[in-house]
């Protein structure tokens, strides 16, 4: 069993696009162990982002990301990390494989529907930066 960590991001939460991408999710083996809806500050999106500080695009999505609600969560199963890569398909939505989330709920390449973690250690940090050690042991998860 393995964690990672999954953003429902402002488009397809504002396009009512959450359930049916949560049930693709769950369909995909991935189970929701903790989630909340929260709407990003400039400074949480940009402190979330800062692998990308030097990027062009950067500006631009940090004013997505904090346009409007989104839905942060926690996903269990199998190689998580691997499969709700897989489940989400390409970064630009317009190249996403044919039934991938992002192809189905996604726009363009920066409003994708979905954000989740790519490696371990990410997955770690992101869990960290939305939920506290406490919010998670009341849930029962345990991040080791
Ligand atoms: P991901 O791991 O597939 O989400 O892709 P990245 O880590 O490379 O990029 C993070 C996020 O930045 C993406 O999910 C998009 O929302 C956004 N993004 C990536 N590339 C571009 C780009 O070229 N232009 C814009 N506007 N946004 C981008």
Not at 119 to 129: C, H, L, M
Not at 137 to 143: K, Q, W
């Amino acid at each position: 069993m393995e964690r990672t960590f999954s953003i429902i991001k402002p488009d397809a939460v504002k396009a009512g696009k959450a359930g049916a991408i949560t049930q693709h999710l769950v369909d995909g083996g991935l189970r929701p162990v903790a989630v909340k809806m929260v709407h990003l500050t400039q400074k949480e999106a940009e402190g979330f982002y800062y692998v990308h500080k030097a990027r062009p695009f950067f500006g631009d999505l940090v004013a997505f990301m904090t346009s409007g609600p989104c839905i942060v969560q926690v996903l269990e199963g199998e190689n998580a990390i691997a499969r709700n890569r897989e489940l989400m398909g390409a970064t630009d939505s317009k190249k996403a494989a044919a039934g991938t989330i992002r192809q189905k709920f996604g726009i363009d390449i920066e409003k994708n529907a979905v954000h989740g973690s790519d490696a371990p250690d990410t997955a770690k940090y992101e869990i960290g930066f939305f939920f506290s050690g406490a919010e998670l042991a009341r849930l029962g998860v345990t991040i080791g």
